[in-house]
């Protein structure tokens, strides 16, 4: 499967606008979907765990969907904490523009959804999240991901929590032993459903 659009800024292939009706954490919503746009056809089998395996996330402070693809994450992050800021980082601008749509039809006003250097440049030199929920792109190649999630673990504010979910066939298990083991986070399994993983990781 050839997924490198989903990385793509500008994606060549047509948007395909489509309406879809979905489920995101017990909240029904219907969401404007699009082509080249991570998992168009509505929500995917990992962020649903995801959503279903997380706590609520902290009802203040900056909230951080890492890959928002068209925001099933930052609207699920929204409609738990409306008095938070949500953060929605992808490099793709359909995906941000997307999931800006859904989040004005949600009437979520707290959302931004930001490229990683804009996102960066909102936070400052010394700008901390309080918690990130991601589905992360682990097909973007292990380096990518070792170094996205390096550029933004980092952001963590201290005990606070990134929640990512990852498939056991994907690299679920050896990415556990990377963040903790060379990396030196804290990470814990807390969910395993499907084949797939949910991995909680501390902020010092």
Not at 1 to 23: I, S
Not at 93 to 101: K, P, S
Request: hydrophobic share 45%.
């Amino acid at each position: 499967m050839d997924t490198a659009h989903y990385f793509a800024p500008d994606p060549a292939a047509p948007a395909d606008l489509r309406e879809r009706e979905v489920v995101l954490r017990g909240r029904a919503r219907t969401v404007t979907t699009g082509g080249s746009v991570f998992s168009a056809g509505g929500l995917d089998k990992a962020t649903a765990i995801l959503l279903d395996e997380v706590p609520d996330p902290p009802t203040t402070g900056t909230l951080l969907d890492l890959g928002c693809g068209w925001g099933p994450i930052t609207l699920a992050l929204a409609d738990a904490s409306p008095g938070a800021d949500v953060l929605a980082v992808d490099v793709s601008e359909r995906a941000l523009d997307l999931t800006a749509r859904n989040a004005a039809a949600a009437g979520a006003p707290r959302v931004a959804a930001l490229t990683p250097e804009a996102a960066l440049e909102r936070l400052g030199a010394d700008g901390r999240v309080d918690a990130i929920w991601s589905n992360p792109p682990v097909r973007v190649g292990k380096q990518a991901l070792h170094d996205l999630l390096d550029l933004w673990l980092p952001r963590l504010a201290p005990g606070a929590l990134a929640h990512l979910v990852v498939g056991k066939n994907l690299g679920a298990d050896s990415l556990h032993r990377w963040l903790q083991d060379e990396r030196g986070w804290a990470v814990e399994r807390v969910g395993s459903s499907k084949g797939f993983r949910v991995l909680a990781v501390t902020g010092s």
